[in-house]
């Protein structure tokens, strides 16, 4: 296998994986009724800036873009990145290693009417972002997005690294 077609199955194995991350997070919130906080809905624009990216990346590999390519790819490992760091952040606070944003909660939207607005004030569950709803190995949903987003930034940067690569050695080889 070359190093373009490595390159290639990295960025699918990170399109596939990402889309398997988001799909999980809304999963866990419309199936297992998780309500997230405001900063786990902040964790999420990342997929929803990177993945397009990393499909538009695999799209510009096929056309052999590959130019093109490794800048997208670039720009969603910085993507990815900052999510990652967005879930360190809340896993440190989650654990007490840091003070958490002041103004993160979470609940249900406004009431339709004031008649009903005791009711909906009484049901309404208020998320903390310093405090996990669920762990896993020990990590909550903001620590496994961390390793998660971590992971799909390497990818990404390993899928350039190839590419250069391949570069370089075709360069040298003409």
Same mark, same amino acid.
């Given at each position: 296998?070359?190093?373009?077609? #490595?390159?290639?199955?990295?960025?699918?194995? !990170?399109?596939?994986?990402?889309? /398997?991350? %988001? &799909?999980?997070? #809304?999963?866990?919130?419309?199936?297992?009724?998780?309500? =997230?906080?405001?900063?786990? @809905?902040?964790?999420? %624009? =990342?997929?929803?800036?990177?993945?397009?990216? +990393?499909?538009? $990346?695999? %799209?510009?590999? !096929?056309?052999?873009?590959?130019?093109?390519?490794?800048?997208? @790819?670039?720009?969603?490992?910085?993507? *990815? $990145?900052?999510?990652?760091?967005?879930? /360190?952040?809340? $896993?440190?606070?989650? #654990?007490?290693?840091?003070?958490? =944003?002041?103004?993160?909660?979470?609940?249900?939207?406004? =009431?339709?009417? &004031?008649?009903?607005?005791?009711? /909906?004030?009484?049901? +309404?569950?208020?998320?903390?972002?310093?405090?996990?709803? #669920?762990?896993? @190995?020990?990590?909550?949903?903001?620590?496994?997005?961390?390793?998660?987003?971590?992971? @799909? $930034?390497? *990818? !990404?940067?390993?899928?350039?690294?190839?590419?250069?690569?391949?570069?370089?050695?075709?360069?040298? !080889?003409?």
């Amino acid at each position: 296998m070359t190093q373009y077609q #490595w390159a290639r199955n990295l960025v699918a194995l !990170s399109l596939l994986g990402g889309l /398997v991350v %988001i &799909a999980t997070a #809304w999963g866990f919130q419309l199936i297992g009724g998780y309500v =997230p906080c405001k900063l786990c @809905l902040e964790q999420r %624009i =990342p997929y929803y800036a990177g993945l397009p990216l +990393t499909a538009l $990346a695999l %799209i510009l590999l !096929s056309q052999q873009r590959n130019r093109l390519a490794m800048l997208t @790819l670039l720009a969603a490992a910085a993507i *990815f $990145a900052y999510g990652a760091g967005l879930g /360190v952040y809340q $896993a440190g606070a989650e #654990w007490q290693f840091w003070d958490g =944003p002041n103004d993160c909660g979470g609940g249900s939207a406004a =009431p339709a009417s &004031a008649s009903n607005m005791l009711q /909906v004030l009484q049901s +309404t569950r208020v998320v903390s972002c310093t405090e996990a709803s #669920w762990r896993m @190995l020990g990590l909550s949903f903001a620590g496994w997005n961390a390793v998660a987003s971590a992971g @799909l $930034a390497a *990818f !990404s940067l390993l899928a350039v690294f190839l590419l250069k690569q391949g570069r370089n050695k075709a360069t040298v !080889s003409v």
